[in-house]
């Protein structure tokens, strides 16, 4: 290590008090279906307490609220979230402290979109798709929401079995369609995933794929990046810093996985994956007020408990802003520039190994919340009168 | 090339007329569970005709078998294809010309199992497990199989949810109680599986755990392999020629993938694979009458037509079975001493690029099978009828 | 299997000779490095007879074209095939039947790039190495290549050791200086690469960094797919598919792979691969007179001989294209329109299943070149005659 | 999270203080190799600095200990590291305060070796490698080391190259002949690798071909586990439980990876995974005193300077087996018999986010080592001496 670089470290490292008015701003979108019971193609194991209705769903969410103070709002999933009155369910979760969000379409549960959706060689098939995101709308249009995020499961399983290329250029046709439907100061966010439900081949599998359509939209749509839907091995901070660069990171859906799309608690397979692309976000402007890059989560809770493990994943996307936030990077410019592989590298990891987890319990107690809100969420025994009150009634899930 | 290697390639190359006799002996097992429906987490397409019955699995399993002569037996999965009276089931599947074959073991539905089966830390649980196997190895008795077959879904999510190495010690427990229970002449395969329904560790995910669990329960204990078990990139027939070698290749479960474990019909997505796979198999002693080897099919057929699905995977494996006994073996051996790795490689790919389709058709038709069963099959009506009489009951399905 | 759709196929089949004419103008060019020593870092075995100048590598192509009809062109790399007078070099190429090609630059062997060469935080690195593709340029001017291929092997190794948005800024700068220089009728193509020899990083990691920083350059700027640079279980016949449909797909690197950038055979790993690509080049408007996109072998014969070696390679392609001129498309729209997903694949697995061998031996018999140039080479002698002449002197080689 | 649960985990925590003399036992061992010149098949970069002998490497090591009480032993690898009289050399180690330690043998740069060492199907070639083996065995009998490791090269690139299971074969007994040689009190240590720098098969790819072979061998033969030689995915910590349970864990290869066998600094590209194997470490009794398992470093430093690049690794390695021992093993247990996802994953998450570094500091101090050993070297000036001194010579390497 250069010992003008030491000297700048030690002049300029970065504490918690610095960062903690930009934490004050942090806010983590709770999709609703996080509240349902999921799994396997194997099983979907029950839990006692699972909500019936979106109502539940959103006191659920509200209890996460309440203890984090990070998540503001809940993103809706139609169908599975559909009412008959979106304005009466807007005022439902603003009596709970809650804003309505994202609205996430559903193109992969109709029996009539078997072979694709958006991409159908038959232009019924497809205007019916296209009908649903313009539903899809409305409802924005109703809850306030800002963002139409679109994942599609089109692609097929056997090689052959579609056009790959036909299949984009009606993609395109349709996308531009839905986007040219879009209100004022709304969005159209398109998330790429490398496979599953398809096997073979999936419409929009990369980041590449999504930019390439976001692109030709216009500047209202944009990349939403799960944090599950790579390729094994791929730089997923390098993508991060890449869409920022071009202005084309819309959203996150964070969750994390040790193979395919796993969808665990976010943080939970790769803590220092979580710290990297964090670090990239703030790098490149894609945090604070004026960012337009909006935090989700989407994860499946196969086998614990529902409430406490969103508990959980906000908590760690918070622990990991701070220490992205930690990072010194004055310090780590000059070390780069140096060519100064470990003490570059020790600049980082010196934030990543920081504790945050005190000064955090410290920061929430100074602003009413619990200090520890996994351990409050325990003892409070809510999850125990859930499981006692939820009696009767259909648990809300999803997939098959 | 080596001139006296090129002589004896062009001395000794193996005509189909050569192999045509060990073709005859080729049997694939099929799954009973690849005529109902099947899915992904996100959705299960139902289609017109599939069974509601185990005895309509049968049935349909039949006409894979008329029309290919390649499919002699029928595997059981329980609790699936519980019935009253397996001994007329078994009667029934002789009417239809089949046996029935493997007894599959299911201990990954029950609620009882979301934390693990046969390694759960609660001994009840695994009591209960390892009774499932002993009704299993009673329906063993009852049927004639000789294959208990035990792919286990025990895994954990999270690291510290569960204790990796007392789950191994419970496991080696649970094994040995009911592989002390078999009958004579029975067997149990122990197949492993990379990932899922698990997604942090999976108590059985490779080659080298089940092989040391086998070689630890004893002669009757052998290796289950399914070839989308893998993690990717993972040499498949290296592991098929090693296991041959410490003779514990106890039987195959063919299908393929693209990414995970996308159960794809056997040699759709890399055929260059299957084929050197089976290369392996002939190499090693695992074809023919004398071989301990099973060959069986594990596929779900998603989105196409089932009973064609499984005539063209029998057809694939026999196909390249044709392929993989054309290869000129004692050319091979000679180029691979002289180090000529073009030559030997020349070889290899010679037998693979052999279109044996026409030499198979007339070999079918020789023995009173149609010379194109896909064709026989599309043009019999045979689909048609059953979706017009399959009406009304519950499709047969698995999974959630 | 529909009926009508039965019909279309029976009657429509494509046979070899509506093919044969397309067949002729297929273009490979030779990539100079493939005849020199390579290995790995562990250790570079050498050959007897490896070319010791660039004007041996080119002879040694023009033996592969001469017994091919299929490699007019031959790559060059620069430093490694740097001389004095590159318009005599040209006519050396010419007497030996070959034109010079595609320019390749190397900004990965100077000590000066340890940190970066286009991206590198110092003005004067950067300088140099724009300064290197404008030496490029001005071989292109004299030999009369068309193209400039970029592959940049600038990255990282460890988190923080460097800046990555940075690093793209940069980038996009240097790359816009040397586009600027591009005389009429040049192209720049931009290949890209997941990893190696940097290990955290790569500056230009996937085909949507690539595709982003053409499309900012502009439309002489391309994509060069190499097709051992991508992620495990990445669909590349669909970034073939996109990028013709973007109109940014300039070039190909051929080879092959079972793990990383293995720079086999191309075809060699995964022959269904090569087709299933070659399919969609063919599709896409990829193959043919009025296509933009150029053909290259990017190999490393490590412990095969390499002139036989790269003979294979170009037959390879040759063959696998006359597979996927061979596929039926207007049967293959049918069926897929009419959701037919077995008849479908069935159409794709036909021609790849055709043994086209024996026909493309007669159309090279029929355009004076030998049936089989595998055996013809290795009937010749040249080989051994190589090894007695070309002793003495250094062998070329690449890598470290 | 249970009551009961809480109530344990706040009564039991661990302290520092309570693993402190656990840790005083820790040896990590330093490869030779790591202070020599490495690189990547396209170029190895030199450092001013570098050592030209083995007893400069051997004083290289042991400033790396000096500063961290970390590393007493040296790892050899033969013929890198020949000298004429080892027992000089040991003294040499000696006077700077080390021991030599494990005996790498080397079958991969030798022309002969082209196709294969221990596996070759030309017995002359075998017995060779196999007395290579009987060399460096003597070698050990004057170090007094106890392992003599082999790492094979040997595989194929290309499907039929080789006789997979006549390789096997081979190997078996290339590896009893080894064995049988081996002295009282010396143990071989057989490492596996996925791939590279074989392409399409490698003779040892994976633990179970490893365990298989060792257990043939016998008691004084153990299987090495590398980090980084693992398909992507792998769960490398089962492994580590389940060698340990098998009682044949012999030694640790310790890098780090993102893509392949990248051998990067220890810890630097997944710390939690690292977190994970020690834990199971700890967990399976394979840390202290009376374990049999030997740690290692295998690293490369292509960019980052080498003697810093020990020094970070030691402490990665230290830092987070003290955040193992910190685990609190009994709630763990308890939360995992009681199915409770969240809270067990908790106690273990717990243990990685404490920050460990004060403690260390400290420790060390009370030890008389520097609380910061890559501070003091970097304030020492020792890089600067080193390059200005060692001037001249050939600059030690490995590879190509």
Redesign the interface.
């Known amino acids: 290590?250069l010992?003008d670089l030491?000297r700048l470290i030690e002049e300029s490292t970065v504490a918690f008090a610095d960062i903690a008015d930009q934490l004050a701003g942090q806010a983590i979108e709770l999709p609703s279906w996080a509240f349902g019971n999921?799994?396997?193609?194997?099983?979907?194991?029950?839990t006692p307490g699972t909500p019936r209705t979106v109502q539940e769903k959103i006191a659920d969410a509200a209890k996460v609220h309440e203890l984090t103070g990070l998540a503001p709002t809940v993103a809706l999933h139609i169908p599975w979230d559909q009412v008959d009155d979106y304005a009466a369910l807007g005022r439902f979760a603003g009596d709970h402290g809650l804003r309505l969000g994202t609205v996430n379409s559903n193109t992969?549960?109709d029996?009539l979109y078997?072979?694709g959706s958006l991409t159908h060689?038959?232009e019924a098939v497809r205007r019916k798709a296209v009908e649903h995101h313009f539903e899809c709308i409305e409802i924005m249009h109703q809850t306030g929401s800002q963002d139409l995020k679109i994942w599609l499961?089109d692609g097929?399983?056997?090689?052959?079995?579609?056009?790959?290329?036909g299949r984009?250029?009606r993609l395109a046709e349709s996308l531009q369609t839905i986007y040219d439907r879009l209100g004022d100061g709304q969005r159209l966010v398109l998330e790429y995933k490398?496979?599953?439900?398809a096997?073979?081949?999936?419409d929009v599998?990369?980041?590449?794929?999504s930019?390439?359509h976001v692109s030709a939209l216009g500047e209202r749509a944009m990349v939403c990046l799960d944090t599950g839907h790579?390729?094994?091995?791929?730089?997923i901070?390098?993508?991060v810093?890449?869409l920022?660069?071009?202005g084309k990171l819309g959203s996150f859906d964070f969750n994390s996985?040790?193979?395919?799309d796993?969808d665990?608690?976010v943080g939970?397979?790769?803590?220092?994956?979580l710290f990297?692309i964090l670090h990239?976000v703030v790098?490149?402007g894609g945090f604070g007020p004026d960012s337009p890059v909006a935090f989700m989560l989407d994860q499946c809770h196969?086998?614990?408990?529902k409430i406490?493990?969103q508990i959980?994943s906000v908590l760690n996307v918070q622990?990991m802003t701070a220490r992205a936030l930690l990072v010194d990077r004055a310090a780590?410019?000059t070390?780069?520039?140096a060519?100064d592989?470990?003490g570059?590298?020790?600049?980082?990891?010196d934030a990543?190994?920081?504790?945050v987890?005190p000064d955090l319990a410290a920061w929430r107690e100074s602003r009413g919340l619990p200090a520890d809100p996994?351990?409050s969420y325990?003892?409070s025994g809510h999850q125990q009168r859930l499981a006692a009150e939820r009696v009767g009634g259909a648990q809300s899930g999803w997939?098959?």
Chains 1, 2, 3, 4 share one sequence.
């Open positions: 290590m010992p030491k999921s799994g396997t193609r194997f099983r979907v194991f029950g992969f549960q029996d078997k072979f060689t038959d499961a097929t399983n056997y090689p052959g079995q579609g056009d790959l290329r984009q250029d490398f496979f599953e439900p096997f073979y081949h999936t599998p990369d980041w590449g794929t930019y390439a790579h390729a094994p091995g791929t730089n901070e390098f993508i810093a890449q920022l660069r071009l996985r040790f193979y395919a796993d665990l608690i939970a397979a790769d803590p220092f994956q990297r990239e790098r490149g196969n086998v614990e408990d406490p493990g959980r622990e780590l410019a070390a780069q520039e060519g592989v470990l570059a590298n020790g600049i980082l990891m990543f190994y920081t504790d987890r996994m351990r325990a003892e997939g098959a």
